[in-house]
């Protein structure tokens, strides 16, 4: 067989790129050589294993990618142990390197650019998580790297409203985040089942919430989305010491009870000094397929929870059956449904979000001497 043929075939699997570890497989070194017996081609691919779609998916991949070279056969190989373990020390970078050893946030080091977004709310049912999952889309689908870490250890839903199913992959003992709607995502939900409680104390929650984020390839990102859990309590005090660069965000409905409650959590994240950025209505109103629209939790809530904390009501998300919808199947209502009307605002309260740019934060430490 010409040898034409055989470059093709490496070329082609070289340029293959593991979507959640987002390097080629070239780059990566997995790519076997290539030999020819009997005018087919036999190639060898090597990967990291998981779930049983995992391979399905790469096989799809590499048959596609093969498809026109004639009789090419490629055998996937999951890493052993000590192939994963090479694998992780080339995707190390120093500063990952860093922040393992002094069990630190990539994000919370110096010279880390990544805008961290913390969603809250006092209170468990505001749809906070859906404000999160449509939110990190919507930011995704304008180009930018997203990460979700979901840290509503006792309510997690994230995984449920972004269709993802499958058990992170691990490299060695480094977490790769799944990958949805070009949101990287990690959460409690991938590793209990759906209708276990946790039962933790505070410590075990601590721990878990730092190795989500000391432990887990999220590699360079934009912008990482904390799904807060409602309330004050350990997770939060856990999340300021992990990540003191958050910015705040608080989601409420109108009714007035749901409004107290969300003004407590706010007074509690100034207290731990986590800038409050904005207010974000949920289910400002429920509009009908027809487009009638019903204020069944009241109006103005958010617009008075704004003004209370001197700050921007950035958006108002009706609630619609696209948005319900979207979130039982698993795809978010800006993906599924885009001219619907939440669609429309999940879309102007992240033109909100993007203009008001990250928190600026002084240093009292320095000051400029007048001569």
């Known amino acids: 067989m010409a040898k034409d043929v055989v470059d093709q ?40 294993g998981g779930a049983p779609e995992v391979t399905e998916q790469l096989q799809a991949q590499v048959d596609a990618a093969v498809a026109d070279l004639g009789n090419v056969v490629v055998e996937l190989v999951p890493l052993d142990p000590a192939g994963q373990a090479e694998l992780r020390e080339r995707l190390m970078t120093p500063l990952m390197r860093e922040a ?16 961290v977004i913390g969603v809250s709310s006092g209170k468990g049912g505001v749809g906070k998580s859906s404000v999160t999952a449509n939110v990190a889309t919507e930011l995704a689908r304008r180009g930018q790297r997203v990460g ?26 480094l977490i790769l985040p799944p990958k949805a709607f070009g949101v990287k995502v990690i959460s409690l939900g991938f590793f209990v089942e759906e209708d276990t409680p946790v039962i933790w ?3 075990m929650l601590h721990k878990t919430i730092e190795q989500f984020l000391v432990d887990v390839l999220w590699g360079e990102l934009d912008y990482l989305l904390v799904d807060m859990p409602p309330g004050t309590g350990d997770v939060a005090l856990s999340l300021q010491q992990f990540l003191p660069r958050s910015e705040i965000f608080v989601v409420t409905t109108p009714q007035s009870a749901a409004v107290r409650v969300a003004q407590r959590s706010a007074l509690a994240a100034k207290k731990l000094k986590l800038p409050v950025r904005g207010v974000i209505e949920n289910m400002s109103a429920f509009v009908t397929p027809n487009g009638e629209r019903y204020a069944i939790f009241g109006s103005g809530g958010g617009q008075s929870l704004a003004n209370e904390l001197g700050v921007e009501l950035l958006g108002e998300i009706p609630l ?8 039982d199947g698993g795809t978010p209502v800006v993906v599924g449904t885009p001219d619907d009307l939440a669609s429309e605002s999940v879309r102007t309260l992240v033109d909100k979000l993007e203009s008001l740019g990250p928190v600026r934060r002084y240093r009292s430490d320095l000051k400029v001497q007048a001569k």
């Open 100 to 115: 393992r050893s002094s069990r630190t946030p990539v994000f919370s080091l110096p010279g880390a650019k990544t805008r």
């Open 320 to 327: 619609t059956m696209a948005l319900r919808e979207g979130g």
């Open 148 to 173: 979700v870490l979901d840290a509503d250890v006792y309510g997690f839903s994230i995984p449920k409203l972004l269709g993802l199913r499958s058990m992170p992959r691990v490299i060695d003992d």
């Open 9 to 48: 075939v490496v070329e082609r699997l070289r340029a293959l790129v593991d979507d959640e570890v987002g390097v080629s497989y070239g780059e990566l070194g997995l790519v076997g050589p290539v030999t020819s017996k009997l005018r087919r081609l036999s190639a060898t691919l090597h990967y990291v």
């Open 201 to 203: 104390r505070g410590p």
